[in-house]
């Protein structure tokens, strides 16, 4: 490695480390050298579980060289989604969020027309169809309950309350 030139993590490696490590369950390198860019995939996907609280970074230097890593932290019950890079700066990706926080919340499913007007979408039918696309992502379940949707974000498993209107 040339001086200044930083190395980063493989990208799907530190993804199988985030799955696979619970809360508290230690550290990992995820870029070396100096001056890492704020713009890299690696360092990307950290900032998003950083800003959702499920990591902290922590710098190092080991003979001479800055190390970044990665900590998780303990936080575990009431865990909010992750939500990727690739997905956080879509429409999608912003409903998952306002789902998932709904759900956090134990409040009902937002309605349509709620979702449109927090997302910034013409109309219901917009937010429908990404609704459906999140659906068909396999990213939530949604039934019924009393005529109500209630929404399961499948990742952490949290649901929105019954009594949210479709």
């Known amino acids: 490695m040339t001086q200044g030139q930083p190395l980063y993590a ?19 390198l995820y870029a070396a050298g100096a001056g890492i860019d704020p713009d890299h995939e690696v360092v990307r996907l950290v900032n998003f579980w950083r800003s959702a609280g499920d990591v902290v ?22 865990r909010a989604a992750t939500i990727g890079p690739d997905l956080a700066e879509t429409v999608e990706g912003r409903m998952l969020a306002e789902l998932d926080r709904a759900a956090q919340l134990g409040a009902a499913c937002p309605s349509y027309t709620d979702l449109a007007e927090a997302l910034g979408l013409r109309d219901k039918q917009a937010a429908a169809h ?22 399961t974000i499948v990742e952490t498993g949290a649901s929105t309350a019954s009594g949210g209107s479709a």
């Open 10 to 28: 493989d990208p799907r490696q530190l993804q199988a480390w985030f799955r696979n490590t619970g809360p508290g369950g230690g550290r990992a």
């Open 130 to 151: 990404r609704f459906r696309k999140l659906i068909g992502r396999g990213l939530i379940r949604v039934r019924e309950i009393g005529g109500r949707r209630v929404v």
């Open 57 to 78: 970074t922590v710098q190092a230097r080991v003979n001479g060289q800055l190390h970044y890593l990665v900590e998780r932290t303990r936080r575990d019950k009431g």
